[in-house]
Protein backbone atom coordinates (compact mmCIF):
# COMPACT_ATOMS: atom_id res chain seq x y z
CA UNK A 1 0.00 0.00 0.00
CA UNK A 2 1.42 3.39 -0.89
CA UNK A 3 2.23 5.63 2.09
CA UNK A 4 3.54 9.50 1.58
CA UNK A 5 6.35 10.89 3.82
CA UNK A 6 5.77 14.69 3.93
CA UNK A 7 8.70 16.88 3.67
CA UNK A 8 9.36 20.65 3.42
CA UNK A 9 9.34 20.60 -0.49
CA UNK A 10 7.26 18.21 -1.97
CA UNK A 11 6.53 14.07 -0.87
CA UNK A 12 8.20 10.73 -1.16
CA UNK A 13 5.72 7.68 -1.97
CA UNK A 14 6.51 4.77 -0.33
CA UNK A 15 5.80 1.16 0.54
CA UNK A 16 6.67 -1.38 3.21
CA UNK A 17 6.43 -5.10 3.29
CA UNK A 18 8.34 -7.52 5.53
CA UNK A 19 9.53 -7.42 9.02
CA UNK A 20 13.30 -7.80 10.17
CA UNK A 21 15.91 -5.19 9.73
CA UNK A 22 15.05 -2.17 7.34
CA UNK A 23 16.58 -2.40 3.67
CA UNK A 24 15.76 0.68 1.52
CA UNK A 25 15.21 -0.26 -2.23
CA UNK A 26 15.63 3.15 -4.58
CA UNK A 27 14.85 3.16 -8.37
CA UNK A 28 17.25 4.63 -11.20
CA UNK A 29 16.32 8.04 -13.03
CA UNK A 30 13.31 7.50 -15.29
CA UNK A 31 11.94 4.21 -13.02
CA UNK A 32 9.20 3.59 -10.35
CA UNK A 33 9.50 1.80 -7.57
CA UNK A 34 7.97 -1.44 -9.17
CA UNK A 35 10.99 -2.08 -10.56
CA UNK A 36 12.10 -4.17 -7.63
CA UNK A 37 8.52 -6.18 -7.94
CA UNK A 38 10.89 -9.44 -8.09
CA UNK A 39 13.50 -8.69 -5.75
CA UNK A 40 11.57 -7.05 -2.93
CA UNK A 41 9.83 -10.11 -2.25
CA UNK A 42 12.20 -12.43 -2.18
CA UNK A 43 14.17 -10.15 0.53
CA UNK A 44 11.11 -9.75 2.75
CA UNK A 45 10.55 -13.70 2.73
CA UNK A 46 13.92 -14.26 3.93
CA UNK A 47 13.42 -12.36 7.04
CA UNK A 48 14.04 -8.25 6.04
CA UNK A 49 11.41 -5.16 6.09
CA UNK A 50 11.42 -3.75 3.03
CA UNK A 51 10.59 -0.05 1.64
CA UNK A 52 10.71 0.71 -1.68
CA UNK A 53 10.38 4.77 -2.63
CA UNK A 54 9.98 6.93 -5.70
CA UNK A 55 12.17 9.31 -6.37
CA UNK A 56 11.22 12.56 -6.34
CA UNK A 57 9.78 13.63 -9.33
CA UNK A 58 9.00 10.28 -10.03
CA UNK A 59 6.08 7.60 -9.64
CA UNK A 60 3.89 8.59 -6.99
CA UNK A 61 6.03 10.88 -5.46
CA UNK A 62 5.36 14.79 -6.24
CA UNK A 63 7.01 16.19 -8.87
CA UNK A 64 7.40 19.62 -8.12
CA UNK A 65 10.72 19.94 -6.38
CA UNK A 66 13.78 22.78 -6.47
CA UNK A 67 16.45 20.07 -6.88
CA UNK A 68 16.85 17.10 -8.01
CA UNK A 69 20.97 15.99 -7.58
CA UNK A 70 22.09 13.03 -5.56
CA UNK A 71 22.33 15.18 -2.05
CA UNK A 72 18.60 16.31 -2.84
CA UNK A 73 17.35 12.57 -3.55
CA UNK A 74 20.16 11.93 -0.39
CA UNK A 75 18.20 14.35 1.96
CA UNK A 76 14.71 12.16 1.46
CA UNK A 77 16.38 8.75 1.71
CA UNK A 78 17.82 9.87 5.77
CA UNK A 79 13.97 11.60 6.31
CA UNK A 80 12.74 8.22 4.82
CA UNK A 81 15.04 6.09 6.93
CA UNK A 82 14.50 8.03 10.16
CA UNK A 83 10.78 8.11 9.74
CA UNK A 84 11.23 4.12 9.17
CA UNK A 85 13.31 3.98 12.17
CA UNK A 86 16.78 2.79 10.27
CA UNK A 87 19.89 2.37 10.21
CA UNK A 88 18.79 0.64 6.54
CA UNK A 89 21.10 -1.06 4.11
CA UNK A 90 20.39 0.94 0.57
CA UNK A 91 19.80 -0.57 -2.12
CA UNK A 92 20.45 2.17 -5.34
CA UNK A 93 20.48 1.13 -8.56
CA UNK A 94 22.54 3.71 -11.92
CA UNK A 95 22.04 7.21 -10.45
CA UNK A 96 20.37 5.65 -6.90
CA UNK A 97 24.07 4.51 -6.19
CA UNK A 98 25.03 7.66 -6.17
CA UNK A 99 21.93 8.96 -3.68
CA UNK A 100 23.27 5.68 -1.32
CA UNK A 101 27.16 6.60 -1.56
CA UNK A 102 26.58 10.43 -0.71
CA UNK A 103 23.82 9.29 2.46
CA UNK A 104 26.64 6.90 3.14
CA UNK A 105 29.48 9.12 3.29
CA UNK A 106 27.46 12.33 4.99
CA UNK A 107 25.14 10.48 7.76
CA UNK A 108 26.56 7.12 8.49
CA UNK A 109 25.11 6.36 11.01
CA UNK A 110 21.88 5.87 8.61
CA UNK A 111 23.65 3.21 6.67
CA UNK A 112 24.52 -0.13 7.43
CA UNK A 113 25.11 -1.71 4.07
CA UNK A 114 25.35 -0.46 0.97
CA UNK A 115 24.20 -2.48 -2.60
CA UNK A 116 25.17 -0.49 -5.71
CA UNK A 117 23.22 -1.94 -8.83
CA UNK A 118 25.17 -0.54 -11.97
CA UNK A 119 25.42 2.96 -10.11
CA UNK A 120 27.21 5.97 -10.85
CA UNK A 121 28.73 7.12 -8.51
CA UNK A 122 31.37 9.93 -8.99
CA UNK A 123 30.91 13.49 -11.08
CA UNK A 124 30.73 12.93 -15.28
CA UNK A 125 31.37 15.02 -17.79
CA UNK A 126 29.16 15.16 -20.89
CA UNK A 127 30.21 16.15 -23.91
CA UNK A 128 28.03 18.52 -26.15
CA UNK A 129 27.08 15.74 -28.30
CA UNK A 130 26.33 13.71 -25.74
CA UNK A 131 24.53 16.03 -23.58
CA UNK A 132 22.50 16.85 -26.69
CA UNK A 133 21.60 12.96 -27.37
CA UNK A 134 20.47 12.97 -24.19
CA UNK A 135 17.95 16.32 -23.95
CA UNK A 136 16.38 14.65 -27.32
CA UNK A 137 15.95 10.72 -25.30
CA UNK A 138 14.39 12.65 -22.55
CA UNK A 139 12.44 14.99 -23.87
CA UNK A 140 9.47 12.99 -23.84
CA UNK A 141 7.83 9.82 -22.41
CA UNK A 142 8.10 7.78 -25.85
CA UNK A 143 11.26 8.19 -26.34
CA UNK A 144 12.61 7.64 -23.06
CA UNK A 145 10.43 4.32 -23.23
CA UNK A 146 12.05 3.40 -26.16
CA UNK A 147 15.82 3.91 -24.67
CA UNK A 148 14.50 2.40 -21.52
CA UNK A 149 14.21 -0.59 -23.32
CA UNK A 150 17.30 -0.45 -25.12
CA UNK A 151 19.25 -1.02 -21.51
CA UNK A 152 18.32 -4.04 -21.03
CA UNK A 153 20.23 -6.29 -23.02
CA UNK A 154 19.69 -9.53 -20.96
CA UNK A 155 16.04 -11.48 -21.02
CA UNK A 156 13.35 -8.99 -20.29
CA UNK A 157 10.55 -10.24 -17.78
CA UNK A 158 7.34 -11.47 -18.71
CA UNK A 159 5.72 -8.39 -17.20
CA UNK A 160 7.84 -6.12 -19.16
CA UNK A 161 5.31 -4.49 -21.15
CA UNK A 162 3.19 -4.04 -18.87
CA UNK A 163 6.09 -2.21 -16.54
CA UNK A 164 7.06 0.30 -19.44
CA UNK A 165 3.65 0.91 -19.05
CA UNK A 166 4.14 2.14 -15.45
CA UNK A 167 7.23 3.79 -16.49
CA UNK A 168 5.38 5.89 -18.96
CA UNK A 169 2.76 6.85 -16.47
CA UNK A 170 5.20 7.70 -13.95
CA UNK A 171 7.09 10.07 -15.71
CA UNK A 172 4.57 11.57 -17.85
CA UNK A 173 4.30 15.12 -16.90
CA UNK A 174 7.77 14.35 -14.72
CA UNK A 175 10.19 14.64 -17.79
CA UNK A 176 11.72 18.17 -16.29
CA UNK A 177 12.45 16.23 -13.26
CA UNK A 178 13.80 13.20 -14.98
CA UNK A 179 16.15 15.30 -17.60
CA UNK A 180 17.11 17.64 -14.68
CA UNK A 181 18.79 14.25 -13.06
CA UNK A 182 19.77 13.01 -17.00
CA UNK A 183 21.88 16.31 -17.56
CA UNK A 184 23.35 16.50 -13.95
CA UNK A 185 27.51 16.37 -13.27
CA UNK A 186 26.92 14.91 -10.02
CA UNK A 187 29.24 16.96 -8.41
CA UNK A 188 27.60 16.06 -5.04
CA UNK A 189 29.46 12.90 -5.28
CA UNK A 190 32.81 13.64 -5.69
CA UNK A 191 34.81 12.41 -2.59
CA UNK A 192 32.37 10.50 -1.57
CA UNK A 193 33.43 7.31 -2.00
CA UNK A 194 36.67 7.07 -0.03
CA UNK A 195 33.59 8.40 2.86
CA UNK A 196 31.76 5.04 2.78
CA UNK A 197 32.90 2.98 5.09
CA UNK A 198 29.72 0.90 5.21
CA UNK A 199 30.23 -2.39 3.42
CA UNK A 200 29.01 -2.87 0.23
CA UNK A 201 28.56 -5.04 -2.86
CA UNK A 202 28.93 -3.63 -6.45
CA UNK A 203 27.03 -5.57 -9.15
CA UNK A 204 27.02 -5.02 -12.69
CA UNK A 205 25.87 -6.51 -15.91
CA UNK A 206 28.57 -8.05 -17.71
CA UNK A 207 27.03 -6.34 -20.74
CA UNK A 208 26.31 -2.73 -19.54
CA UNK A 209 25.34 -0.11 -22.34
CA UNK A 210 26.45 2.59 -19.80
CA UNK A 211 30.09 1.20 -18.78
CA UNK A 212 32.52 0.73 -21.22
CA UNK A 213 34.53 -2.08 -18.83
CA UNK A 214 31.79 -2.75 -16.29
CA UNK A 215 35.01 -5.15 -14.59
CA UNK A 216 37.04 -2.31 -14.28
CA UNK A 217 34.10 0.43 -13.07
CA UNK A 218 33.15 -2.45 -10.20
CA UNK A 219 37.43 -2.56 -9.57
CA UNK A 220 37.48 1.16 -9.35
CA UNK A 221 34.66 1.71 -7.27
CA UNK A 222 35.53 -0.81 -4.68
CA UNK A 223 39.19 0.38 -4.71
CA UNK A 224 37.87 3.92 -3.81
CA UNK A 225 35.45 2.61 -1.47
CA UNK A 226 36.64 3.32 2.68
CA UNK A 227 35.11 0.47 3.82
CA UNK A 228 35.15 -3.72 2.74
CA UNK A 229 33.49 -4.58 -0.71
CA UNK A 230 32.68 -7.40 -2.89
CA UNK A 231 32.15 -7.00 -6.87
CA UNK A 232 29.99 -8.97 -8.41
CA UNK A 233 29.67 -9.40 -12.62
CA UNK A 234 26.29 -10.59 -14.10
CA UNK A 235 26.89 -11.93 -17.85
CA UNK A 236 24.95 -11.20 -19.90
CA UNK A 237 22.87 -9.02 -18.16
CA UNK A 238 22.58 -4.71 -19.36
CA UNK A 239 21.76 -1.98 -17.62
CA UNK A 240 18.89 -3.44 -14.84
CA UNK A 241 20.55 -6.89 -13.68
CA UNK A 242 18.03 -6.90 -11.03
CA UNK A 243 14.92 -7.34 -13.57
CA UNK A 244 17.08 -9.24 -16.11
CA UNK A 245 18.46 -11.87 -14.03
CA UNK A 246 16.58 -11.47 -10.44
CA UNK A 247 17.60 -14.88 -9.48
CA UNK A 248 21.41 -14.14 -9.46
CA UNK A 249 20.87 -10.56 -8.18
CA UNK A 250 18.50 -11.42 -5.14
CA UNK A 251 20.63 -14.45 -4.14
CA UNK A 252 23.89 -12.24 -4.15
CA UNK A 253 22.16 -9.41 -1.94
CA UNK A 254 20.50 -11.79 0.32
CA UNK A 255 24.22 -13.48 0.73
CA UNK A 256 25.53 -9.59 1.65
CA UNK A 257 22.59 -9.05 3.98
CA UNK A 258 22.96 -12.90 5.75
CA UNK A 259 26.74 -11.34 6.31
CA UNK A 260 25.41 -8.21 7.51
CA UNK A 261 23.52 -9.64 10.16
CA UNK A 262 25.92 -12.43 11.02
CA UNK A 263 28.19 -9.51 11.77
CA UNK A 264 25.89 -7.71 14.18
CA UNK A 265 24.63 -10.78 16.20
Known sequence: MTQHLELPGGRI???????????????????VRAVYRRLAPELAA?????ATADLRGHGESSADWDAYDNAAAGRDLAALIRHLGGPATVVGHSFSGGT???LAAEHPELVDGVVLLEAFTRP???NPLTRGLARVILSSTALWAMYYRSLHKGPKP???????????????GRMRAVTAIGLNDKASLAGRLSRVTAPALIVMGGESPDFKDP????????????GDSRTLVI?????????????ETAAAV??????????AA
Open 46 to 50: AGYRI
Open 158 to 172: ADFADHLKAVRAGTR
Open 100 to 102: AVW
Open 124 to 126: VAM
Open 215 to 226: RAEAATIAGELG
Open 254 to 263: LDFLAGRRAE
Open 235 to 247: EGAGHYPHTEFPA
Open 13 to 31: AYDVTGDGPLVVLLPGMGD
